[in-house]
């Protein structure tokens, strides 16, 4: 009987130990599992903060040069006549030019010039050039204006002659460039005359010096020193 009492007890224990060995291995791969989530939780909270903290530096970077670019501008600000918004410089096109024209008002001009000497300041500490851009209203070039195709054109030649008039009041001509944007980009709507008015500007925009270079290759027609 003993032995029977032996044997059957052997006979318990090797079917348990499975049951064992299994739990084990389940347990083990359950920890592995739960491991394996709270890493991944880990990497993609390190990468939350990081994308957080690449933001919070950008934008403190962004507010500390529209900051620099208002100080700088303070007087023609002052004056109403000059616009800032996105870091954009904005001047209505009324006080340059007369409707269809490219030539300079003698008040845009005067305007033109007090510009020159903070924005050069501005533009040599940062390294930055700056991108001159001409912008219409959607109405067609009259039909007894020959002088312009079109209205991309007629940008490009008023966005141009902004350019070489802040290259003769002592803006270097390696720190400006031109570009046309014709009625595209309206900040306004074109069903109006006030909406058509607004739409009729140029904006100065201080940009990387890299992007700049792209951009006048890009758009020859627009270079300053183009014909």
Known sequence: MAGLDDLDTDNAAGQSAPVWTVFADLM???LGAFVLVVVGVLVVQMDLVASLKSEVEKRRVEEQ??????????VPLASGRVTLANGRIGISGSVLFSLNSDQLRPEGRQLLKTLVQPLRVYLGERGEMLMVSG?????????GNRQFDDNLELSAQRALTVTRALIGEGMPASQVFAAAFGPEQPVASNATEQ???LNRRVEMAPVPRAGGAQ?????????PGAP
């Open 28 to 30: 083990s791969g359950l």
């Open 65 to 74: 040069r529209r900051m620099a670019l208002e100080k700088a501008l303070a």
């Open 135 to 143: 912008f219409t209203d959607d109405k067609p070039i009259q039909g």
């Open 195 to 197: 909406g058509r008015a």
């Open 215 to 223: 951009a006048s290759l890009a758009n020859p027609a627009a270079r």
